[in-house]
Structure formats: C-alpha cells, structure tokens
C-alpha cells in the first residue's frame, strides 16, 4: 500500500519570502500522480499543483512550483513571494494510476502560517 | 465557478443513531467520493462511486457505511449505527469520469459529525 509522510506539522514564512514543504512517499508502482492540496480556515480543499511520475519537468503554476525527486520518493512544494492568503494546511497526496483506482492517498498536512 | 456542497455543515448525534449526510457534487462529474479526517490526523479515503455502484472502498468502509445516489443531483453517505469513533469531518468530492489522475477531485466543505 501507498504512503505519504509530511514530515513538518507546521511551517511559517515571512510575507514575501519563499518556503518550502516537504513530502516524501512509498510506492512500488513506477507511474502515479503527485498532488498537492491547500485547505484554507474555511476547510474546502483545493488543488494546488499536480505532477504526473512519468514527466520529468517540474510542474509550475504561478508562484507555487514543485521539487520532484522520483528516485528519492520526494516531492517538495515550492511557494514563491508568499502572501497572507497562502496561509492554510497543505496536503500532499498520491494517486495511482489505475483507472480503477481513483482514491487520493493523503499526508498528515503541514500547517502554514504567513507572517506579515 | 461549480461547487459541491455539503449538508448539513455540522451534525450533532447521539451514538447508535442513524445519521445522513449529502452532498451535491458538481453537475456534469461522474465519480464521486467520501473521505473523513478524524481531528488531528489524515484525511482518509473511504469510498468512491461510480455509475450507480460502488468503484473502491476502503477498510474503514464497513457493513455500516452505505452510500447512494438517490436522484440525479444528490450524493448521501449513511452511516447506520454511529460511534463515539464516527466522530469526523466528512468531504465528499466529484470529478470527471476518465483516466485516473487525469481530472481533478473537487472537495466539499465537509461536514462535522459530532457523535455523543
């Protein structure tokens, strides 16, 4: 079975700076995908990035980017210029890629604060 | 933008109590999914749904869980005798049908289930 570790419980970063969250997972399948999610006070989760195991380019939206490491089962989310409104718990998760094999696999989530 | 929502936001019961809680996934998805986070620990997966039967389940899923898609806009998960270790947040989320990874999950609310 599939496991994601996030090591940090909780994180905090200056407003503007940049931070940086760590994941790392268990899998012995050699295709998957890699998501992270952003749970706001307001508690809905929403997707923030997503990676796919066979691309070897690090996914990129906006100011959040990725560290995928395959061989070290690694897979950091990198936020860039952070703001007030990145402050939420993040969840790294994984995902096989069967079709009938949809569940997310989730870590325990790294609680991120933004100072001003 | 579409949403899933959630009913009700909070539920209160006393255990051994039926208790339902519905979703309404976003209109034009096709799976559908329930996961719950005990406070303090993962988000777990317990099930998901397609075209009208269950697709995966996990072992949390047991003969007292039972979902069902009464009409064609709601989601439901029953919960028929309730436990003090019942006591969670519910998300429910909805994506496209097609290969796995490929189309977001898109998460609920959640709903807080108080079991006393």
């Known amino acids: 079975a599939q496991t994601v570790t996030q090591s940090q419980p909780e994180m905090s970063v200056q407003e503007a700076e940049t931070v940086t969250l760590s994941c790392t997972y268990d899998t012995s399948e050699s295709d998957y995908y890699l998501f992270w999610y952003k749970q706001p006070p307001s508690r809905q989760m929403i997707l923030v990035i997503r990676?796919?195991?066979?691309?070897?380019q690090n996914a990129t939206e906006n100011r959040f980017s990725v560290n995928f490491q395959k061989a070290a089962k690694s897979f950091s989310l990198k936020i860039s210029d952070s703001q007030l409104g990145d402050a939420a718990m993040y969840f790294c998760?994984?995902?096989?890629?069967?079709?009938?094999?949809?569940?997310?696999?989730f870590g325990q989530g790294t609680r991120l604060t933004i100072n001003p | 933008e579409p949403e899933v929502t959630q009913t009700p936001s909070h539920q209160v019961t006393q255990m051994g109590q039926e208790v339902i809680l519905r979703c309404v996934p976003i209109?034009?998805?096709?799976?559908f999914y329930w996961y719950r986070q005990i406070l303090g620990q993962k988000v777990e997966f317990l099930v998901s749904?397609?075209?009208?039967?269950?697709?995966?389940k996990s072992e949390i899923f047991d003969d007292q869980f039972s979902v069902e898609r009464p009409d064609g806009s709601n989601f439901t998960l029953k919960i028929r005798s309730t436990k003090l270790e019942d006591s969670a947040m519910y998300f429910c989320a909805s994506s496209l049908w097609g290969l796995a990874g490929l189309y977001e999950q898109y998460f609920g609310p959640g709903t807080r289930l108080t079991v006393t």
């Open positions: 749904f397609y075209n009208n039967e269950i697709s995966e």
């Open positions: 209109s034009n998805h096709l799976y």
């Open positions: 990676q796919e195991a066979y691309k070897q």
């Open positions: 998760a994984y995902r096989s890629p069967f079709q009938g094999a949809q569940k997310l696999v």
